[in-house]
């Protein structure tokens, strides 16, 4: 038996590992699988290439919990160690076995699936246990050994009596981590972090019912029964996950598979898949999913999960994947993303920007070919997925030059056009006399009904733009095409929104003009409303309500953050009324001499005005209602 001291620069480390290495103590069980994968993996290279002349056969990993003894086992059937190597990669901090392997065999060795950065990750098992033992026997021929440390620099290493090929970490659980030693806690750290590991995880057994073959010897009591129950292993991961295949492989009932099985407690199937698989400037596969949005940025509470050889690292993937496509769902699998040693945190680095506009550019190029080889069912789906696309326009140039191609914009009326249909078809019709092309919109179909209305009167098209990001995106829009500009359809009235050459004469005089403001101004809230006159269609309304783009655009991009001007969002509502000087209501509430019907008059039509914006509520709604049934006793 030797004993010696761990040949660490600190006099001890382990306190050090519990404090700062590992930011969460369950991950310990992630590292101590890892490395049994990585054992294994190594074998099955080495056999692979005639270097270990031995049986490879169907290894897998088992997780034990000894309760009363307080201790958890952690066991595989990779290619061990020999006392000598034990010396080197366990008691030399400093040496990674992964990465030395990685070195040696690094040609060969490229997609055997081995963790090379992580030499400290066994370390990880001091987290919670105050003693831990390795008792492991290598696949040459030479004697197991058996390894003990009780969390300081002392070690003991002496021979051990294993005979089967493999590596037993037994860890003693402290006091303060008992919670390790339940069932469900093992069983559910194996789901998050173990799930797709590529060995298969066995965690106790569990029965199975198989039905029997025809001619098999059955108990007589169990004559009538097709099925018998067995117990087998209970293995809780898959070591082939979609990601893992190519796409030819797979059909569209497997990735929906694929996503119940990332997602458990997820009840709405995705609207479509993008499958990842890239092997140059760098390695990545995975597969995201466009879940059901609407117009919401809701938090998301299932994430995008990142994998590194099948190894669950983290479902905070900023950085990897632009911010806009965080709102989708699925799984990244990258050997290439630099982690800090407790894979907890990513390190900023040229290749993590890389992979980002990849998977940019993978995702523009997918929805483009969506679009193209069916226009109508993606049609369909555009209000679900509006939200994702118009915020990776804002916040991605990169995907802002591609959207072009596929991103829509809907009528009220459900056509739906691209941006460069849209100039093509309101052209003729929506020019103004500058030249420039004038595109309505509506925010909200209903509230906005009647202002719609005068404008289909016209023959206008109106758009339905109803995110909370929209006044950001037809800012930048309008300011890369200087000769177009979106104006909401209660902004003004229609003749002022597109503005054509012909002016209607008003048939107030000057004079009357003035006398019908200064009664307006003298009744109307200032502080609420600028009175405007103006020679409007005698049919069109006597009183319309509107609220300035430029105003409204700037107070919306104040509220919804990143633009608008400072402080805007707090600004009190301005609206200006438009009074057409071409009404009868416009004649008779000048030529009334009674005041206090005068006033009636405009207060009325001022409310029906108010009625027709959604403005009139609370107090002025009753006050309204009230006087309503007076006017027709």
């Not at 089967?164 to 919670?179: F, K, Q, V, W, Y």
């Not at 420039?436 to 925010?443: C, R």
Request: proline share 4%; charged share 30%; glycine share 6%.
């Amino acid at each position: 038996m030797t004993t010696g001291k761990i040949n660490v620069s600190v006099e001890n480390i382990f306190p050090l590992i519990k404090k700062f290495l590992y930011s969460d103590h369950e991950i310990f069980l992630r590292e101590l699988i890892s490395n049994g994968t990585d054992a294994t993996l190594k074998l099955k290279h080495l056999t692979s290439i005639g270097e270990a002349k031995v049986e490879y056969g169907n290894p897998i990993i088992e997780v034990k919990i000894d309760k009363e003894g307080k201790k958890l086992h952690i066991i595989d059937q990779g290619l061990g160690m020999t006392a000598d190597e034990v010396e080197k990669y366990i008691n030399q901090v400093a040496f990674s076995g992964a990465e030395e392997f990685l070195d040696k065999y690094k040609d060969s060795a490229k997609d055997s699936g081995i963790i090379g950065h992580f030499g400290l990750g066994f370390y990880s098992a001091f987290m919670v246990a105050e003693k831990v033992e390795i008792i492991t026997k290598s696949f040459k021929d030479e004697p197991a050994a058996h390894w003990t440390c009780d969390g300081s620099p002392e070690f003991t290493l002496e021979p051990a009596d294993k005979t089967t090929r493999g590596t037993e970490i037994i860890l003693h659980i402290a006091e303060d981590s008992l919670e390790f030693l339940e069932d469900s806690k093992i069983n559910q750290l194996l789901n998050k972090y173990n799930k797709f590991m590529p060995i298969p995880i066995k965690f106790g057994t569990k029965t199975e019912k198989i039905e029997q073959k025809k001619g098999e010897e059955v108990a007589a009591e169990d004559k009538d029964k097709t099925f018998t129950e067995v117990e087998v292993d209970n293995i809780i991961n898959n070591p082939n996950p979609a990601w893992t295949k190519q796409p030819t492989e797979l059909s569209d009932a497997d990735y929906k598979d694929f996503y119940r099985e990332v997602y458990p407690m997820q009840f709405e199937e995705p609207l479509f898949h993008i499958h990842l698989n890239v092997d140059y400037p760098f390695n990545l596969t995975g597969i995201l999913y466009f879940p059901k949005l609407g117009s919401d940025l809701q938090i998301q509470k299932d994430k995008i999960q990142l994998y590194q050889n099948q190894v669950y690292v983290t479902d905070n993937v900023e950085g990897i994947v632009p911010e806009f496509l965080t709102m989708l769902k699925g799984v990244i699998d990258s050997p290439d993303i630099p982690l800090n040693v407790s894979r907890s945190g990513l390190q900023a680095d040229a290749a993590v920007k890389k992979i980002s506009n990849y998977i940019t550019r993978k995702v523009a190029d997918k929805l483009k070919s969506l679009f193209t080889e069916n226009r109508e069912d993606f049609e369909q789906k555009w209000n679900d997925i509006k939200i994702v696309l118009e915020y990776g326009m804002l916040s991605e140039d990169k995907f802002y030059e591609k959207a072009g191609a596929f991103v829509l914009y809907p009528t009220v009326d459900g056509k739906y056009y691209t941006l460069e249909e849209l100039k093509e078809n309101l052209a003729a019709n929506q020019t103004d006399k500058d030249g420039k092309l004038v595109v309505l919109y509506a925010g909200n179909k209903e509230a906005q009904h009647s202002y719609i209305e005068i404008a289909k009167d016209k023959g206008y098209e109106v758009l339905l733009l109803d995110s909370p990001i929209i006044s950001h995106l037809i800012q930048k829009i309008e300011g890369d095409n200087s000769n177009m500009t979106f104006v909401r359809v209660d902004s003004d009235h229609i003749d002022n929104i597109i503005k054509k050459e012909e002016t209607t004469i008003s048939k107030l005089s000057e004079e009357e003009q003035t006398n019908l403001k200064t009664v307006l101004e003298a009744i109307v809230p200032k502080q609420t409303y600028s009175v405007q006159l103006e020679a409007l269609d005698s049919n069109a309304s006597p009183f319309i309500i509107t609220q300035p783009e430029f105003m409204r655009r700037m107070k919306e991009m104040s509220q919804s953050g990143g633009g608008g001007m400072f402080g805007m969002g707090n600004m009190p509502e301005m609206y200006n009324l438009v009074v057409n000087t071409n009404s009868e209501l416009a004649t008779s509430i000048l030529n009334n001499k009674d005041k206090d019907a005068q006033e009636s008059l405009v207060k009325q039509a001022l409310d029906l005005a108010k009625l027709s914006q959604n403005l009139l509520k609370g107090e002025a709604l009753t006050a309204f209602v009230k006087r309503s049934f007076e006017l027709i006793k």
